[in-house]
């Protein structure tokens, strides 16, 4: 039986992989050997992000510019990250035109969005957002993917053309990563994905905005603050 170690004593190397292995710290791969991963930036998802960012989509524009999501959800400056969106049209399926109301195969503006911390390799989370084409249209900048990073987002993105964001819905279920999945977020093995569905509502209760996200359970956080009201 081990004794006790003195502080400042090193451990012996078996023990001392263990350690590390038993943190998830460690990357081993068939015919690469095994190596210390470095720590990833955790992400702490809070459902107060919501009001924040509609607050923000009315502000200046040098305002919006300063910030946005992710630095809210990290606590990283926008210039320690590196962002990534692109464009495409698609006919919406019909698990996505049931949820906008709209006939199956009408044209959604898909953008895939990815960011990651300059330091990293692996993005925080993988993001599709879907909109109904006609719906913004009248903004033909928001068509255009070369305008992105948006100040202000989404939320901002859809004040352009009218529309007030009134309600946001967010369902989360979680499961194992595909192939795909486990690379494009250089999980560890064993580790979960949790998915997010989030719709976004107008005042008047209209579907304008369905995105899926898909995080890595290894470096995510949710946040759920309920205010009750008073007796």
Same mark, same amino acid.
């Given at each position: 039986?081990?004794?006790?170690?003195?502080?400042?004593?090193?451990?012996? $190397?078996?023990?001392?992989?263990?350690?590390?292995?038993?943190?998830? =710290?460690?990357?081993?791969?068939?015919?690469?050997?095994?190596?210390?991963?470095?720590?990833?930036?955790?992400? $702490?998802?809070?459902?107060?992000?919501?009001?924040?960012?509609?607050?923000? /989509?009315?502000?200046?524009?040098?305002?919006?510019?300063?910030?946005? /999501?992710?630095?809210?959800?990290?606590? =990283?400056?926008?210039?320690?990250?590196?962002?990534?969106?692109?464009?495409?049209?698609?006919?919406?399926?019909?698990?996505?035109?049931?949820? &906008?109301?709209?006939?199956?195969?009408?044209?959604?503006?898909?953008?895939?969005?990815?960011?990651?911390?300059? /330091?990293?390799?692996?993005? &925080?989370?993988?993001?599709?957002?879907?909109?109904?084409?006609?719906?913004?249209?009248?903004?033909?900048?928001?068509?255009?993917?070369?305008?992105?990073?948006?100040?202000?987002?989404?939320?901002?993105?859809?004040?352009?053309?009218?529309?007030?964001?009134?309600?946001?819905?967010?369902? &989360?279920?979680?499961?194992?990563?595909?192939?795909?999945?486990?690379?494009?977020?250089?999980?560890?093995?064993?580790?979960? $994905?949790? =998915? =997010?569905?989030?719709?976004?509502?107008?005042?008047?209760?209209?579907?304008?905005?369905?995105?899926?996200?898909?995080?890595?359970?290894?470096?995510?956080?949710?946040?759920? $603050?309920?205010?009750?009201?008073?007796?």
């Amino acid at each position: 039986m081990e004794g006790p170690r003195r502080i400042g004593e090193r451990a012996p $190397v078996p023990k001392a992989y263990e350690l590390i292995a038993d943190d998830r =710290l460690t990357d081993g791969r068939h015919g690469r050997g095994t190596r210390v991963r470095r720590q990833r930036t955790p992400v $702490v998802r809070h459902n107060g992000r919501h009001q924040w960012e509609k607050d923000r /989509a009315r502000q200046p524009l040098a305002t919006r510019a300063r910030t946005g /999501a992710t630095e809210h959800d990290t606590g =990283l400056p926008s210039h320690h990250l590196v962002f990534d969106a692109k464009y495409r049209e698609t006919k919406a399926p019909k698990d996505l035109a049931d949820a &906008f109301g709209v006939p199956d195969g009408t044209v959604l503006l898909e953008r895939t969005y990815r960011t990651r911390c300059a /330091a990293e390799t692996a993005p &925080f989370s993988l993001v599709t957002s879907y909109l109904v084409r006609d719906v913004v249209a009248g903004n033909p900048d928001l068509l255009d993917d070369s305008n992105e990073p948006w100040p202000g987002g989404t939320q901002n993105q859809l004040l352009t053309v009218g529309i007030e964001v009134g309600r946001i819905e967010e369902r &989360f279920t979680a499961r194992p990563p595909t192939p795909e999945e486990a690379q494009e977020l250089e999980l560890p093995p064993g580790t979960p $994905v949790i =998915l =997010l569905r989030k719709t976004s509502y107008d005042t008047g209760g209209r579907v304008v905005d369905v995105t899926d996200v898909t995080l890595p359970g290894d470096r995510t956080e949710l946040v759920f $603050v309920t205010p009750l009201e008073r007796w």
